[in-house]
């Protein structure tokens, strides 16, 4: 069993939408609850996937799949909910986009 098997829905819910890049007050509106409550699935995913920060996570994430990594969780039938994905940025640029990208900067020691 792989370590990402262990996460609850809401869990990989979370660390997806902050592999796209939204931050923990944006995921509250996605999710329609707290900060407080996201930071609780992100310290409990945190963790369960042995990283220490949101960037380890995002990293995680793409390292398993990117946008599709919770679909090849377990037996792979677990389907994405409505709403999992962030909207597109106004400049046209997904987030995960822009998030793939800050990971690199940040693996390189480069900015953006």
């Known amino acids: 069993m792989q370590p990402r098997d262990r996460l609850t829905a809401k869990e990989i819910q979370v660390a997806t939408l902050v592999w796209q890049g939204l931050t923990n007050k944006d995921i509250a509106g996605v999710l329609r609850t707290s900060e407080q409550v996201v930071k609780n699935y992100l310290r409990t995913a945190f963790d369960k996937l042995g990283v220490w920060t949101r960037l380890e996570?995002?990293?995680?994430?793409?390292?398993?799949?990117?946008?599709?990594?919770?679909?090849?969780?377990?037996?792979?039938?677990?389907?994405?909910?409505?709403?999992?994905?962030?909207?597109?940025?106004?400049?046209?640029?997904a987030f995960a986009d822009a998030a793939t990208k800050s990971a690199a900067a940040a693996a390189s020691g480069g900015t953006r």
């Open 57 to 93: 996570l995002a990293l995680y994430v793409a390292s398993h799949g990117g946008a599709n990594w919770h679909v090849q969780l377990g037996n792979g039938l677990l389907s994405p909910a409505a709403g999992w994905s962030a909207p597109a940025a106004k400049e046209g640029v």
